[in-house]
Each structure stands twice: as structure tokens, then as C-alpha cells.
């Protein structure tokens, strides 16, 4: 947990993350993350913060391929994981484009089906 969040702070005071992006997966691994499972979480963190960046700073952002999201669609992971997307976007009081909302529905996936 703790690599997760110095890692937030590296990328904040760098400027490669906004102020906000920091306090939003701070939140994230406040409520989701413990020290069993932090490492999972890394690149699920490191999208979520520069996800919220690029909103921020209104840069591009795409969409995974389809091939992939089919399958994260079909994972029984997946209900969970947009309900913890749909959380997340309730403390940014505010929503992802499509296109970032997808692959967050994939990092959650891939994070809650490992054990």
C-alpha cells in the first residue's frame, strides 16, 4: 500500500498527475487496496491517475480493443467491477468518457480474478 501511494506522490509532485488525480486513488486505495493485495493494484492505480490527468487537462483518450473488452464483458468479475468504477466516479462528482471507463472495467476485472 504504501509503494502505491509514494508512487502517487513521485508522479504528483513531477507534474505528471494532477493534485486531484493523487487525492482520487488515494481514496481508491483507502477503500480497496490492503497489504495482501496492493501489488495487484499498481497498474490499475497508475491508469486510474492518469486517467483523471488527461480529463483534467482534456487530452485524448481511446478505447481498449474490442477483443479484449469482449472478454472482460464476460467475466463474472465484471458487475463488480463497475460498481466500483460507478464509486469512483461518485467521489470525482463526475464521469469517464467511455473510452476511460472501459479500461478501468478492465483493470478491475484483471485485479479482482487473480487470488
Known amino acids: 500500500m504504501d509503494t502505491l501511494l509514494e508512487?502517487?506522490?513521485?508522479?504528483?509532485?513531477?507534474?505528471?498527475i494532477?493534485?486531484?488525480?493523487?487525492?482520487?486513488?488515494s481514496k481508491v486505495i483507502e477503500q480497496f487496496v490492503d497489504e495482501e493485495n496492493?501489488?495487484?493494484y499498481s497498474m490499475l492505480i497508475t491508469h486510474l491517475a492518469m486517467a483523471v490527468t488527461r480529463?483534467?487537462?482534456?487530452e485524448t483518450v481511446y478505447s481498449p480493443p474490442d477483443i479484449i473488452m469482449?472478454?472482460?464483458?464476460?467475466?463474472?468479475?465484471?458487475?463488480a467491477?463497475?460498481?466500483k468504477?460507478?464509486?469512483?466516479?461518485?467521489?470525482m462528482n463526475g464521469n469517464f468518457p467511455e473510452e476511460e471507463r472501459k479500461f478501468?472495467?478492465?483493470?478491475?476485472?484483471?485485479v479482482l480474478s487473480k487470488p
Open 7 to 16: 508512487r502517487l506522490e513521485i508522479l504528483e509532485k513531477s507534474n505528471v
Open 18 to 25: 494532477t493534485e486531484n488525480a493523487k487525492a482520487i486513488c
Open 38 to 40: 496492493a501489488s495487484r
Open 55 to 58: 480529463i483534467e487537462r482534456n
Open 70 to 79: 469482449n472478454e472482460v464483458y464476460l467475466s463474472s468479475h465484471f458487475p
Open 81 to 83: 467491477a463497475v460498481e
Open 85 to 91: 468504477v460507478a464509486m469512483i466516479e461518485k467521489w
Open 104 to 110: 478501468l472495467y478492465m483493470h478491475f476485472v484483471n
